[in-house]
């Protein structure tokens, strides 16, 4: 099973800043094959990102992913009073499927 | 509009049997391939199940496996989940979520509902 391991568990941040969310791996997976959620308090989780570093369906461009191997990262270019909320990185390359425990991004 | 709506969520008691459904409309569900998704309170997502759109293709997690199947009937665009044999640590809620394609690459989560909560408590 491969475990990824989101850092760092809560980021604290002010508005218009920039949040770096990070996931590894605990073994080499191809790009194609990490995604990241976002979810609300109460809702269910929406897709923000696959194959690393496109954009969902309506994902502004705020949002953008990168990373290769073990090491992936989320960045939101400056944060909007709607982006503090749970976010989710998510490896579909082997079953089972797993996520990461999350990162909150959280408003300083 | 693309919706995806669970229930037969409830209380049950340990060893106990729960069967949920998930309604979809807005998309074609008989050429979707779906699966089951859980989160226990104040925790992270765990993927449950997988079908693939002609039921001939079902994975599980460990955690699940030989207690829970996962159905589906593309006549009712509907798919489901039998629980038997439920423990306190299946309590979480339940989410059926949509795989974006038939492709490798699309094995992501493309479309969710909202959710039943299944709590298995005496």
């Known amino acids: 099973e491969i475990v990824l391991t989101q850092s760092p568990g809560t980021l604290s941040l002010s508005p218009g800043e920039r949040a770096t969310l990070s996931c590894r791996a605990s073994q080499s997976i191809s790009s194609s094959y990490l995604a990241w959620y976002q979810q609300k308090p109460g809702q269910a989780p929406r897709l923000l990102m696959y194959?690393?570093?496109s954009r969902a369906t309506g994902i502004p461009d705020r949002f953008s992913g990168s990373g290769s191997g073990t090491d992936f990262t989320l960045t939101i270019s400056r944060l909007e009073p709607e982006d503090f909320v749970v976010y989710y990185c998510?490896?579909?390359?082997?079953?089972?499927?797993?996520f990461g425990q999350g990162t909150k991004v959280e408003i300083k | 509009e693309v919706q995806l709506v669970e229930s037969g969520g409830g209380l049950v008691q340990p060893g106990g049997s729960l069967r949920l459904s998930c309604v979809v409309s807005?998309?074609?569900?008989?050429?979707?391939?779906m699966n089951w998704v859980r989160q226990a309170p104040g925790k992270g997502l765990e993927w449950v199940s997988y079908m693939s759109s002609t039921s001939g293709t079902t994975y599980y997690a460990d955690s699940v496996n030989g207690r829970f199947t996962i159905s589906r009937d593309n006549a009712r665009n509907s798919l489901y989940l039998q629980m038997n044999s439920l423990r306190a640590d299946d309590t979480a809620v339940y989410y059926c979520a949509r795989r974006a394609g038939g492709s490798s690459l699309d094995r992501y989560f493309d479309y969710w509902g909202q959710g039943t909560l299944v709590t298995v408590s005496s």
């Open positions: 807005g998309f074609t569900f008989s050429t979707s391939n």
């Open positions: 998510q490896q579909y390359s082997t079953t089972p499927w797993t």
């Open positions: 194959g690393t570093s």
